[in-house]
């Protein structure tokens, strides 16, 4: 591999993948938690599929002024394809949606890492092939308020405050002691005002693209 262009800077995982390249469980080149699924992958172990972006392309990225190259979204496409084939779900479906969860890993394992982003893919349309494949409009409406709340803190950088000052009255308002007292309808109306609390705080509102959500996960993991 003498050729740096060949050098891979995506990994995937789990589905049945077995790499044989070294890389892909090394901590220095896929971090802890990406070298770990690897090993785990290349044993036999039942690991849900996905896929880890080395700490190269992190420095490369940060180096060359924040700009994610064309190569590496075509990596990520092709392997975001490994995750659907592997689960049966397509990312975006409105039918029958593929939620990815979005963590960071470092070569060293360090205080002030990035929380977990988890059910990224909901949106509007999602949301209600989740009630449908789930048979729970409940709990696919308060996965979405969650995926609000915590994208928003995390990525977008919103006072994750605001979004626990705004439930607070809502179960204030309805009488309500226990966030399992909403239904799906006040989660419904929940998600319409942390979607304006966005809009409010950044001037924009929250991203429903799917794939705009996904970039905007790995940007905020590479910052």
Not at 64 to 89: C, M, P, Y
């Amino acid at each position: 591999m003498g050729n740096d262009t060949m050098v891979k800077q995506v990994y995937t995982f789990g589905g049945g993948v077995k790499h044989s390249d070294p890389r892909s469980r090394d901590k220095i080149i896929c971090g802890g938690k990406g070298a770990n699924l690897s090993e785990m992958a290349g044993i036999g172990l039942p690991v849900p599929p996905g896929f880890t972006i080395t700490t190269e392309e992190c420095v490369k990225y940060l180096a060359e002024g924040a700009n994610f190259s064309d190569q590496l979204r075509a990596d990520v496409a092709e392997a975001l394809t490994h995750i659907e084939k592997t689960v049966g779900k397509s990312f975006g479906d409105a039918a029958d949606p593929l939620l990815v969860s979005v963590r960071s890993g470092a070569r060293v394992s360090m205080p002030g890492m990035m929380d977990t982003v988890l059910n990224l893919g909901l949106n509007d349309q999602t949301v209600d092939g989740l009630a449908q494949v789930s048979g729970d409009e409940r709990f696919a409406w308060d996965s979405y308020r969650r995926f609000i709340q915590m994208y928003s803190d995390v990525v977008l950088g919103v006072e994750h405050g605001l979004f626990e000052e705004a439930l607070e009255i809502a179960k204030e308002d309805n009488g309500y002691v226990n966030d399992t007292e909403l239904t799906a309808a006040d989660w419904r109306k929940i998600v319409a005002e942390y979607k304006a609390i966005v809009q409010t705080a950044l001037g924009h509102p929250f991203p429903l693209d799917v794939n705009e959500q996904l970039w905007g996960a790995i940007q905020a993991v590479f910052d």
